[in-house]
């Protein structure tokens, strides 16, 4: 049996309170330390949990022992804590975006190799079981080879509470880099991972909340398919309305309408915001749900037939008819994530979500942004297949 992996958690927002549960019901896994940089706040952690609080990531790599980091703090930080933790011979696990430039995550890449670890980058919605499950689908065969895929999203990520780098793109904000990353590793998932080309509109229509709040992506892959990533985090209509009302975390949303956040009703001043946002952390993401994630609307056109998700797993479209292929729901998305972090440090798995993949991930947010500020197509260099 392979030995448990101590992890430490870096940042303990809603991204690093998420993986809480998972890790601490996973058995390659315990938690057994976390970097908080509020006093009041790593207290009262330590208090709920039994788990071990340092103010900075230094202090706790010098008074554990750890195996590997879980990297969940703002996006701007994510490059130095990685290599300090990567050069202290540690796997990482690093919340998307991996990185805020291409630089920094080519430098990221190249400590992991340098130090023989696994650099793992997620959570993604790729991770979510029905997106593996369409992507072993199209790996099959079953319905020839894919020729176009599309993930809509419709919700008011523009109005919930931010920090300031949460909307700064040259912090690694925003829409395109914060949600487009999610739609980005969907879409390459099933339709095999090279991406060509991208061109893409941006949009930033609220002067109250300067930030990239939608766009529009056209995504060019090498064999031929293509796909359309497409988000409007204006808090108007919801993509839940086409996904049988279940919620982006597999909740029914209340009967009584959408629970939407709409311009004007943002906090008056970035302490209240920010109070907000920490008053929020660890209710939003739950452990488990009666039903699969929604990330949107995901649609597979493939030769042979369509494929789509459904709140049980999958619905596929042929000549046939429609067939349901129901997955269980007893598996969070992150600890999906976990297996693949555990199964790459054991040797068991090649990982797919690993440095390379964030760095080609990161490459096409960047690429978008560019595209829609110069009006023009982007070819990419940083692309790479779906390993086998």
């Known amino acids: 049996m392979a030995p448990t992996l101590r992890m430490g958690m870096v940042g303990m927002g809603n991204a690093g309170l998420a993986f809480i549960s998972a890790i601490q019901n996973h058995p390659d896994f315990e938690w057994v330390a976390f970097v908080e940089p509020h006093e009041t706040t790593k207290v009262t952690y330590e208090t709920r949990w039994g788990v071990k609080g340092y103010t900075d990531l230094s202090a706790m790599l010098a008074s554990e022992l750890l195996d590997v980091v879980c990297i969940a703090s703002p996006t701007e930080h994510h490059t130095r804590q990685a290599l300090e933790a990567i ?56 319905l020839g080879a894919v020729r176009m895929a599309h993930n809509w999203c419709f919700t008011d ?32 998932l099933v339709c095999g991972g090279r991406v060509r080309s991208v061109r893409a509109r941006t949009y930033d229509w609220d002067r109250t909340r300067p930030a990239i709040g939608a ?27 086409l996904v049988e009302g279940l919620s982006e975390w597999g909740f029914p949303q209340p009967a009584r309408g959408w629970d939407v ?22 209710k939003v993401i739950p452990d488990h749900a009666p039903f699969h994630p929604f990330f ?3 649609v597979v056109s493939c030769e042979g037939g369509d494929i789509r998700q459904s709140p049980q797993g999958l619905r596929l479209y042929t000549a046939e008819g429609v067939e349901e292929i129901v997955y269980a729901t ?59």
Request: hydrophobic content about 40%; charged content about 25%.
């Open 330 to 388: 007893d598996r969070s998305p992150r600890e999906l994530v976990l297996d693949e972090l555990a199964g790459a440090i054991h040797g068991r798995v090649a990982a797919v979500h690993d440095g390379g993949w964030g760095m080609a991930n990161l490459e096409i947010c960047l690429a978008a942004i560019s595209s829609s500020e110069r009006a023009t197509e982007i070819f990419l260099n940083e692309q790479r297949a779906v390993p086998l």
């Open 296 to 298: 949107g609307i995901t």
């Open 215 to 241: 766009h529009c992506v056209y995504l060019d892959f090498e064999d031929g398919a293509v796909a359309t990533a497409v988000y409007n985090g204006y808090g108007g209509f919801q993509t839940s309305e």
């Open 261 to 282: 956040k709409r311009r004007g009703q943002i906090a008056s001043n970035s302490q209240d915001e920010l109070r907000a946002k920490q008053e929020r952390a660890g």
């Open 87 to 142: 050069a202290a011979g540690l796997h990482v696990l690093v919340e998307k975006p991996m990185a805020v430039t291409l630089e920094d995550a080519r430098t990221m890449v190249r400590a992991a190799s340098d130090h023989g670890v696994i650099l793992l980058v997620g959570h993604s919605h790729s991770y979510d079981m029905p997106i593996l499950k369409m992507r072993e689908v199209v790996a099959s065969g079953r």
């Open 157 to 188: 990520w523009i109005y919930r509470p931010r920090r300031p780098d949460e909307l700064s793109a040259s912090s690694g904000g925003g829409v395109t880099l914060r949600q487009g990353s999610h739609q980005f590793d969907i879409l390459r």
